[in-house]
């Protein structure tokens, strides 16, 4: 039998919504993670004063107000706590909140701890308000979403427009469904389907940022409301990060649990975790069909835990775009008429940058208290970089052992494919590998890039002209399709080498 003070224990979840009419009226992310923690304290019941005796305090990083880091020592204090153990992510990647959930458990497994809390927050809503009031006619909240030290590919695929995320998931979402022999519009069916679902679950959920159910057809539909980003992705189908929100939770062995008074059927068990992570530059990846370390991670999360996709009755599959649950579900063998989130995705429960995870851990522990059964928890951060999966259950999981090495990274290297050369000077004939268009904010093309195979094996990055319509039809209309089609790379003088049909 398990030992109950080396047990982990999810014993209490709290999240904030905070959008006051005046954006300036809004908390900041300190604000947000104080409050957040105060709700967790008190749903663990009116007898459990857990803050003030924390052994643990885990913060993920923001980007909203900068100024305010590092955080931990000034939320211990607001909270009346004095961890001896406090940690602040490096960066806000999507993964960090279910990596510190895991090492709250390995601490509470190794008997470093009995109390460990873990946080975040963004105040994206009030930052980007008072930078526009600033600097009068700015896109502030583009700006703020584009921190140029969060994320940086090389000089070379930023020259060809390949800056941020919303500029790099298409790549993925073209190239896959390429690899599935799917057709543009069965792709984009399957992200309507997958999406629309997760609005439906926003709307039942008190911390969501959207709380209106949004059809299938809707998220097709481009208009205004639901312009194009970066084909084949709309407004709708990626994350919404102008948003307050906090959300935070309270890990304890099950013994402290017992001793403080928290009843039983308030108590989430912990399972094994796994992760690994892609390359940090896109370039530098075997391909865009698959994840090897997206599949090590979910593979070796079902094997520690013995379980299969079909032991879970809830799963959160990370969506800031809609490849990353695509490839998922299929590892994970989720059906697409099952619901692929618990808080609503990031479009709409909220894409608070780094904290989304410790949303969709509240929401989780929602969903298993009332009805039971095991949850699955993955989440996904960087350029589709790093892999994080942990197991919920309302009961105790016979397989679970802390403290654990979750670190499978040598596994996922050692499954991956040759990564292609990268031929930076290349022109001639090529085949396109992927692509996407870009558009601006009036819905019209503002160029695009093609990332094509050279006939020797390498890699190379191509501009698409936006001026060409008859290319950029070609690119987006559905009437074939354009991965594995020919074409030629030429140099337009100064303004860089372009990417021609064959």
Same mark, same amino acid.
């Given at each position: ?30 604000? #947000?993670?104080? %409050? !957040?923690? *105060?709700? $967790?304290? @008190?749903?663990? /019941?009116?007898? =459990? +004063? ?73 105040? #994206?809503?009030? %930052? !980007?308000? *008072?930078? $526009?009031? @600033?600097?009068? /006619?700015?896109? =502030? +909240? ?81 208009? $205004? ?278």
């Amino acid at each position: 039998m398990s030992d109950p003070e080396r047990t982990p224990v999810i014993v209490a979840v709290g999240q904030v919504n905070d959008r006051p009419a005046d954006p300036d009226d809004g908390l900041d992310p300190l604000g #947000l993670m104080v %409050a !957040a923690l *105060r709700v $967790a304290e @008190a749903d663990a /019941g009116p007898r =459990a +004063s857990l803050l003030a005796d924390l052994d643990s305090l885990a913060v993920v990083d923001q980007i909203s107000f900068r100024e305010l880091n590092p955080l931990c020592a000034r939320l211990a204090a607001a909270i009346g706590a004095a961890p001896r153990l406090i940690e602040q992510s490096e960066k806000p990647h999507g993964d960090t909140p279910i990596r510190m959930l895991n090492d709250a458990a390995n601490r509470i497994g190794a008997g470093e701890a009995k109390l460990c809390a873990v946080v975040g927050a963004e105040a #994206l809503r009030t %930052a !980007a308000g *008072r930078a $526009a009031k @600033a600097t009068p /006619g700015a896109d =502030a +909240s583009y700006a703020l979403r584009r921190p140029a030290s969060l994320h940086r590919e090389p000089d070379f695929a930023r020259a060809h427009g390949l800056v941020s995320p919303v500029d790099i998931y298409p790549l993925y979402e073209n190239a896959t469904r390429a690899a599935w022999g799917q057709s543009l519009a069965e792709g984009q069916a399957e992200s309507a389907e997958i999406w629309a679902r997760m609005s439906e679950v926003a709307a039942g959920e008190e911390g969501a940022w959207i709380r209106k159910p949004v059809s299938a057809d809707a998220i097709l539909t481009v208009d $205004a409301n639901n312009r194009p980003i970066a084909f084949p992705y709309t407004k709708l189908t990626v994350a919404n990060s102008s948003v307050n929100q906090g959300a935070g939770f309270i890990v304890a062995s099950l013994a402290e649990a017992r001793r403080r008074g928290i009843a039983e059927d308030r108590l989430i068990y912990v399972g094994m975790g796994a992760a690994a992570k892609e390359p940090a530059s896109i370039l530098a990846r075997d391909g865009f069909t698959r994840s090897v370390s997206m599949e090590t991670a979910i593979g070796r999360t079902l094997e520690l835990n013995a379980m299969t996709g079909a032991d879970f009755a809830f799963a959160e599959l990370y969506s800031c775009f809609p490849c990353v649950p695509k490839m998922a579900r299929r590892i994970l063998d989720w059906p697409l008429d099952k619901s692929a989130t618990v808080f609503g995705g990031l479009t709409f429960g909220g894409g608070p940058i780094g904290n989304y995870m410790s949303h969709a851990v509240v929401a989780m522990a929602g969903k298993l208290r009332a009805a039971g059964g095991n949850g699955f928890l993955f989440a996904n951060g960087g350029f589709a970089t790093d892999n994080h999966c942990i197991v919920l259950s309302r009961e105790p999981i016979p397989a679970a052992a802390f403290p654990q090495d979750y670190d499978y990274q040598a596994e996922a290297d050692a499954r991956r494919g040759v990564v292609p050369a990268l031929d930076d000077g290349y022109a001639g004939p090529a085949r396109v590998e992927s692509y996407t268009v870009f558009y601006g904010r009036d819905g019209a093309p503002g160029g695009g890039v093609v990332v094509a195979r050279t006939p020797a094996g390498g890699r190379t990055l191509a501009h698409v002209d936006a001026n060409d319509a008859a290319l950029v039809a070609f690119l987006t209309d559905g009437v074939a399709e354009p991965v594995g089609s020919s074409g030629t790379i030429a140099p337009h003088g100064s303004a860089g080498r372009f990417w021609t049909r064959a």
